[in-house]
């Protein structure tokens, strides 16, 4: 290897493939770390992954393995797994890393067992190792394609922030910095809960009123529910927040809103998912929990979360929505 900075990736699902292709494309070399020795040797023999990102070649400073310590000596690490795994593969490499080094996590979800945000279960499990978190509207395929967006990176540390952003940044990934984490983790979790409200809006044929309707009165829920969790407005009516709300709930390219539409269509929740993670099913029902803890109002998410837990039928969610006592908007 040239002396190009190494950027260690944990997970090469669609995200992970994607986020390791970017950064090559920022200029570093990427060891792409997955327990899938079957996906390591398709990535080594023919620069694929089929399972995950098919038709995709990757880029040769690419380093596929399967070995841990081929992640000692990088210089920062993207974990991107899902969010109910991070806790495990941050005690993984807690406990097999020769030092600690900054961990971006880009996951998007709320541990259930816990209710804790990503970066408190990470912290929980690493003390030592530096913090971010990547998140904005960012669909894995159109990102390894080159087509462009802008996404958030946060840190406790704003200088960590920025350093990673100048590394990881590319001519179409244009990355900011923040220091609020605990906003840019809350839009990226809530969004999905509501991309599939979205999704089965339109799956049920009630409109694009409705959906752009249900999109409005979910960032409200959303800005509450930040506001009491020490998030920020103008984060929020950011990328992470405003942002990856538009992308994950206007298409079925996103697996939340494609979900929540299968679900509209008649689909059982068995059959709604397509075997695709969809992260917005794991946090629903902590996202609900931890609102109904601090008192704060968020209908979508509840009968979204009843829905899932199929206490209601999505045309009883409708109509328990619709028939709520009328209110001032704001
Ligand atoms: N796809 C996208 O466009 C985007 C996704 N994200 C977020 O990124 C996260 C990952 O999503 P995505 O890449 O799409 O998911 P995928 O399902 O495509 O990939 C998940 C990856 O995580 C690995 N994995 C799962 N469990 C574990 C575990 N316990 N230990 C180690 N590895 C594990 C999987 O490996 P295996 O095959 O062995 O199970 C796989 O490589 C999610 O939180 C998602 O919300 C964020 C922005 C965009
Ligand atoms: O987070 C995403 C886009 O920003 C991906 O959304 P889905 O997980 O719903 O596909």
Known sequence: ???????????AGAWGTALATVATQAGNHVVLWTRETDVVAEMATHGTNARYLPGVKLDKNIHPTSDLADLDNVEAILIVTPAQTIRAVVRMLAENL???????????????????????????EWPEAPLAVLSGPSFADDVVRGLPTAVTLASEDEALAQKLALQLSSGSFRIYHSEDVRSVEIGGAAKNVFAIACGAVMGRGLGESAKAALMARSFAELMRFASAYGGRPQTLMGLSGFGDMVLTCSTAHSRNFAFGERLGKGASLEEASGGKLTEGVFTASVLVQMAQEKNIDMPIAQTIDAVLQSRLTLDEAVDVLMNRPLKREV
């Open 1 to 11: 290897m040239t002396t190009r900075p190494r950027i260690g990736v944990v997970g």
């Open 98 to 124: 020769k030092k600690s080094v900054p961990l971006v996590l880009c996951a998007k979800g709320i541990e259930r067992e816990s209710g804790q945000f990503m970066h408190e279960v990470a912290r929980g």
